[in-house]
Structures are given as C-alpha cells and as structure tokens.
C-alpha cells in the first residue's frame, strides 16, 4: 500500500513538472517570435505570465518536500525527487530569461534590425527544442539522449559568438546603433544562459541513472 502512494504522488510530480516545463517552453518561443515580428501584445503576455511560471514552480517544490517527507523514498526514487526539485529552479530561472527578452522588446525605442531578430528567433527556437528534449530525456530517464542534446549546447555557443561578432561589426559601421546592438546582445546572452540550464537538467538524468554528478560542461 505505502509503494502505491508513492507512485501515485511521483506520477503526479512527473506530470506537473512537464507542465512547468512546457510553461516556461512556450515563454522562451513566444518571446523570440514577439522579438521578430515586434508584437508588443505577445511581449506583455510573456512579461505578465512569468508569474504563474513563479507560482508552480514553488506549489511544485512544496509537493516535492511533502513527498519526501512522508513517503521517505530511496535510490531512484530519492534521486529523482532530489533532481526534479532541482530542475524547478532550472525551469524558472529559464523563464526569467524568457521575461528579460520580453521586457527587452517593449522598450520605447525599439530595436528592430531585422536579420539580427531572425538570427536570435533561429537561437531560441534551438534553445527551446533542446529543453523539450532534456525534459522528454529526464522523465524517460534515458541518459544517451540527455549526453546528445549536452552536444547541442555547442551549436547554440557558435550561434551566440556568430552573432555576436556580427553586432560588433555593425556597431564599427555605425556607432549610433550602439544602443540597439547592446539590447540584441543581452537578448542573445539570455538565450546562450537558458542553454546552459538545459545542459544543467541533462546533468540530472544523468545522476538520475548513475548516482553521479557529472559537470558535462568540462565533459564535452
């Protein structure tokens, strides 16, 4: 009888964790397509919905510690309540990345330089794919998945430094816009910054399986 309870409240764990996680997806996709098409509505939206993002994220965390608190789980099922917690800071954290983008977008002067917010869209909807994945790959507990999507990262580092180096070169062409160019980039680092949350949820189902925690940014 105790085992059922405790499956019964894992299950129920798993699956609002999946929906904080497709919470803070849709936040991170939304921001970059506001971005791009200089929808202020979409951006408000984002910016306002941060908070209910903030509010599962904690009724998530006190479910966890009730968890573990009564049901006292071993091994795996420790291991996966301990993760989980963890990965709720992960998941805010990336949806304060999401907000930042958005509050970025509603500034009065705009900052539309159109091929930059293509390439930033192109960012974020690599970086939003990934967390899809580590998420997909955590709740499976299927470490090979999680050590590729660890790979990944890689590619959203090229894209911030391509990026980056080519809003330098802008600026050298015209120092006027060096206030736009300043905004795309801290746009452009909260999305290289949501990645490596990503990979950090990776790191957990690895420790999920293993028992070990494995810094895979020094692993790549």
């Not at 955590?138 to 990944?152: C, E, K, Q, T």
């Not at 736009?180 to 690895?206: K, Q």
Request: contains cysteine.
């Amino acid at each position: 009888m105790p085992r059922k309870s405790l499956d019964q409240k894992l299950q129920i764990i798993r699956d609002e964790l999946l929906l904080l996680s497709s919470m803070v997806e849709t936040a991170l996709i939304e921001s970059v397509t506001a971005l791009r098409d200089h929808d202020m509505d979409k951006s408000r939206a984002v910016y306002d919905n941060d908070t209910y993002v903030n509010s599962k994220r904690f009724r998530l965390e006190r479910l966890i510690i009730v968890t573990i608190a009564s049901e006292a789980p071993v091994l795996f099922d420790l291991r996966f309540l301990a993760s989980a917690m963890n990965i709720c800071t992960e998941l805010e954290r990336i949806g304060d990345y999401a907000k930042t983008i958005a509050r970025i977008n509603l500034i009065p002067e705009g900052i539309s330089v159109s091929r930059f917010l293509s390439m930033l869209y192109d960012m974020g909807l690599k970086t939003s794919d990934m967390l899809h994945r580590a998420m997909t790959a955590f709740i499976h507990a299927n470490v090979p998945s999680a050590v590729r999507i660890v790979s990944d990262d890689d590619i959203i580092d090229a894209m911030y430094n391509n990026i980056y180096k080519e809003l330098m070169d802008f600026v050298i062409h015209g120092a006027h816009n060096a206030e736009r160019v300043n905004h795309l980039i801290w746009v452009a680092h909260n999305l290289e910054r949501a990645a490596d949350r990503v990979t950090n949820i990776c790191e957990r189902t690895i420790y999920l399986e293993t028992g070990e925690l494995i810094d895979m940014t020094f692993s790549k």
